[in-house]
């Protein structure tokens, strides 16, 4: 079965931090770009950040640059994305997606111009005091 599964969300206060991961099962996740995107109630989904397929190139959306970091063990097929100084406004579900890395950009994941070939259930993140 194909399948991504994210954890590690929670409730964090405002300059805090939580590591989320996205483990992979079924394929190799070292064959795809890996995007994590966010998306908070009554607001459309945002790409977050991406590890290309290829070299392992990151890619972040302005408003996390900076403080997340993502990263990839292919020993575990899993992907991470650290998230620190955490503002209220990054409360969100989060996500993370797969996307064949032929004929695909991380850039253009993380500026939503492609479908992705799969998706995790998401994983609650809260910032809050």
């Known amino acids: 079965q194909v399948q991504l599964v994210e954890s590690g969300g929670g409730l964090v206060q405002p300059g805090g931090s939580l590591r989320l991961s996205c483990a992979a099962s079924?394929?190799?996740?070292?064959?795809?770009?890996i995007g994590w995107f966010r998306q908070a109630p009554g607001k459309e989904r945002e790409g977050v950040s991406c590890i290309s397929s290829s070299h392992g190139s990151t890619y972040y959306a302005d408003s996390v640059k900076g403080r997340f970091t993502i990263s990839r063990d292919n020993a575990k097929n899993t992907v991470y994305l650290q998230m620190n100084s955490l503002k209220p406004e990054d409360t969100a579900v989060y996500y993370c997606?797969?996307?064949?890395?032929?004929?695909?950009?991380?850039?253009?994941?993380?500026?939503?111009?492609?479908?992705?070939?799969?998706w995790g259930k998401g994983t609650l993140v809260t910032v809050s005091s």
């Open positions: 997606a797969a996307r064949g890395g032929y004929g695909s950009s991380c850039l253009g994941v993380i500026e939503n111009r492609y479908g992705m070939d799969y």
């Open positions: 079924g394929f190799a996740l070292d064959y795809y770009h």
